[in-house]
């Protein structure tokens, strides 16, 4: 199946601090990435969909300067969060989507996740 | 926009009684949904997929309906075991989203040895 890997698994970080968050698909091209914020019992929350050599859509609410996104290639996008905050600390997940072709599956294969904390 | 619920929040079962996990979603339109495990601090693993065309799928235990017109769709787990407790996300791919998901907040399940 497809796989997808995400670096680093956790990080700890002071804050006003960068950070940058890479998401790969290890046996596959994916034009498309998605990135996910997910708070402790809640739901996962599209921050923004990355494709390759676009800029990112951004959903509202989610500051594009303080998340910057960059899909360089078929196979990585990154996340950086810029001057981060406690309240930055989530979990932060991102997805590459492969698409079949005709049956139009769209199928989402997801990372393993980026645990963020901010002190 | 497209809302998804799950019900019940969090649920313990004893080993070996069958699971019946609930999603709902408000707008029918949608290409597909998905059920997916979720261990502590872990990533997503895709369980199951059911196309909008599709009333059901299933994998070993596992069984996933899909009632379109009335918004619902029921994942059971039959047989439950210890390893199966994990929490369980639902997530609708809907039209006019651009093929993005939508998740409920999910069931909590525990299997009580």
């Known amino acids: 199946g497809a796989v997808v890997s995400q670096h680093p698994s956790w990080v700890i970080c002071k804050s006003g601090t960068s950070v940058k968050i890479e998401c790969r698909s290890l046996?596959?091209?994916?034009?498309?990435m998605f990135w996910y914020r997910q708070f402790p019992k809640q739901s996962l929350m599209l921050m923004a969909t990355s494709n390759e050599g676009s800029k990112a859509t951004y959903e509202q609410g989610v500051e594009k300067d303080k998340f910057l996104i960059n899909h360089a290639s078929l196979t990585l996008s990154t996340l950086t969060v810029t001057s981060a905050h406690p309240e930055d600390s989530s979990f932060y997940i991102c997805?590459?989507?492969?698409?079949?072709?005709?049956?139009?599956?769209?199928?989402?294969?997801f990372g393993p996740g980026t645990r963020l904390l901010v002190l | 926009k497209q809302e998804v619920t799950q019900i019940p929040a969090a649920l313990s079962v004893p080993e070996g009684e069958n699971l019946v996990l609930n999603c709902s979603f408000t707008?029918?339109?949608?290409?597909?949904l998905q059920w997916f495990r979720q261990d502590p601090g872990k990533g997503l693993t895709s369980l199951l997929l059911i196309q909008s065309s599709q009333r059901e799928q299933t994998s070993g235990r596992l069984n996933a309906s899909l009632d379109k017109s009335s918004g619902r769709s029921t994942l059971y787990i039959a047989a439950s075991q210890p390893v199966d407790s994990a929490t369980y996300l639902c997530?609708?791919?809907?039209?006019?989203?651009?093929?993005?998901?939508?998740f409920g907040k999910g069931n909590q399940v525990v299997v009580i040895p």
């Open positions: 046996d596959f091209q994916a034009t498309t």
């Open positions: 707008d029918s339109a949608i290409y597909n």
């Open positions: 997805s590459a989507r492969v698409s079949s072709g005709s049956k139009r599956q769209e199928t989402q294969y």
């Open positions: 997530a609708v791919t809907y039209l006019g989203g651009n093929n993005r998901l939508a």
